[in-house]
């Protein structure tokens, strides 16, 4: 009964380079929630998906940052040109329905330092 | 826009005794949902407990209980019995229909044997 899955865990880039990081949720779930957590700071909320749809960006930078769910397979949080301000961790959530009326479960998270 | 304050970045408590996590937040919503996660070394959040804001009745879990104040917007979290792996970062967290979850900074806790 695995739990929500990332990887890799962690993750160097130089800058400009893409950084692709990968999240499979807990069997059963539909629902994908991505976080970053900058250094001594808390989560921040990024993206919302559930299968093939992008419910809620409110959270993510307009630009170099994207986010799919496919209908198979991993979600992906892709950022594009790093810089050194993206190295943060980034942790995936997943639920069995919408919001927390339902329990996010985390991820280990994925920590990505840009050179 | 909601928010939540954790406002002692740092405590520390002795093996076995009570300590108490402080949490405020602000909403004009009536419903909604107040979480406290725990985030040790490895970096896992870990979900200690839950309240739901139309629940009086303070929710417990084990060692780990909250003092829920609703009119006040308060919700702090009280460990009793601290034991050594008690020793993380605790998130206070909250979540309504119309927001994502919104995280507060985080108190780190230190258990001192």
Known sequence: NAGVMQNPRHLVRRRGQEARLRCSPMKGHSHVYWYRQ?????????????????IDESGMPKERFSAEFPKEGPSILRIQQVVRGDSAAYFCASSPGPGSYNEQFFGPGTRLTVL | AQTVTQSQPEMS?????????SCTYDTSESDYYLFWYKQPPSR???????????????????RFSVNFQKAAKSFSLKISDSQLGDAAMYFCAYY??????????????????
């Open chain 2, 13 to 21: 408590v002795q093996e076995a005794e009570t300590v108490t996590l």
């Open chain 1, 38 to 54: 900058l250094p001594e700071e808390g989560l921040k909320f990024m993206v919302y998906l559930q299968k093939e749809n992008i």
């Open chain 2, 44 to 62: 896992q959040m870990i979900l200690v407990i839950r309240q739901e804001a139309y629940k009086q009745q303070n929710a417990t879990e084990n």
């Open chain 2, 96 to 113: 309504s229909g119309n927001t994502p979850l919104v995280f507060g900074k985080g108190t780190r806790l230190s258990v001192i044997a």
